[in-house]
């Protein structure tokens, strides 16, 4: 059964203040990891796929990596407009993580 | 494009009562998903179908829930007979080629 795993569940940064999220997972054949990221009241929103160990994509102040086990989103230079939730999944339609929920003060 | 476009957006009922949920997926994607997403076991898959055929419906709650796809432009959920355990967020969602899936906004739903 596929499993994945977000750390932190809550992670509170100044503006500016860069981090990282962090999905771990556990597939028995990886067909992709898929980065997506959600408003209040609204549906997720697709950010990126990963395929392959080593893979890296990028868009604006968001880097997502990948390893055999699992991923990173990075965000370097943080805005109040990049708070929201952020998920995680594998397979690419059937198993989420909890997400990971940014909150970025001004 | 539209996207992809769910009603009712808010739905509240009594308990036993019938709910039907409708999707209206991307055009030009064959594959069709129902999420729920509730705060104690976040988003989870329902059922999901290709060329309009359920494929996985092992997430289905219990006999309760029934999900159609009469063909490529309109899906249904249905519910009946509610419970308040049912209150949740149901998503739904097509998927392109490329296998990124769009979700829609959502229906919440709330039964008394």
């Known amino acids: 059964e596929d499993q994945v795993t977000q750390s932190p569940e809550a992670l509170r940064l100044q503006e500016g203040e860069s981090s990282s999220l962090n999905c771990s997972y556990t597939v028995s054949g990886l067909r992709g990891l898929f980065w997506y990221r959600q408003d209040p009241g609204k549906g997720p929103e697709f950010l990126f796929t990963l395929y392959s160990a080593g893979e890296e994509k990028e868009k604006e102040r968001l880097k997502a990596t990948l390893t055999k086990k699992e991923s990173f989103l990075h965000i370097t230079a943080p805005k109040p407009e990049d708070s929201a939730t952020y998920l995680c999944a594998v397979g690419g339609k059937s198993t989420f993580g909890d997400g990971t929920t940014l909150t970025v003060k001004p | 494009d539209a996207g992809v476009i769910q009603s009712p957006r808010h739905e509240v009922t009594e308990m036993g009562q019938e709910v039907t949920l409708r999707c209206k997926p991307i055009s030009g994607h064959n594959s069709l998903f129902w999420y729920r997403q509730t705060m104690m076991r976040g988003l989870e898959l329902l059922i999901y179908?290709?060329?309009?055929?359920?494929?996985?419906d092992s997430g289905m709650p219990e006999d309760r829930f029934s999900a159609k796809m009469p063909n490529a432009s309109f899906s249904t959920l249905k519910i009946q007979p509610s419970e308040p355990r049912d209150s949740a967020v149901y998503f739904c969602a097509s998927i392109d080629r490329a296998g990124e899936l769009f979700f829609g906004e959502g229906s919440r739903l709330t039964v008394l």
């Open positions: 179908f290709n060329n309009n055929v359920p494929i996985d």
